[in-house]
């Protein structure tokens, strides 16, 4: 287990686009592991590669489930509409309402480069569309509606 560095707001390469992943091996594999590591350890529900200062197109999610690894993740379909508070890890002590997809679909790859179909509704659609987004240098911040707590 190795814990990665999270990147903070002002951080260039937070704002940077993240490039495919064209390798499948282990270093890739080592990547994900420390990513989730440092997911849990941080309490968070989700990461991208950019937060730990990586800019591959790489992200894990959990929302309860376990941890689920998304490699290239694109948003296929979208659909209905949500406003709900976020917050990042990326952005400490910084929440407010982002309006987001009640359901989005993202086709991805696996660790050893299946592409998949998955659909995710609520907190699973707001994490996708969260870290796509930071693969693509957009923070949750550059979205609120109107400031949380």
Known sequence: MALRQIRKIGDDVLRKVSKPVTKFDERLKILVEDMIDTMYE????????????????????????????????EIIYEEGEQIDEEGCLSVPNRRGLVKRPYKVRVKAQDLNGNEFIEEGEELLARAFCHEIDHLNGILFIDKIEEQGE
């Open 42 to 73: 941080a309490d968070g529900v989700g990461l991208a590669a950019p937060q730990v200062g990586i800019l591959k197109r790489v992200i894990v999610i959990d929302v309860g489930e376990g941890p689920k690894v998304y490699i290239n993740p």
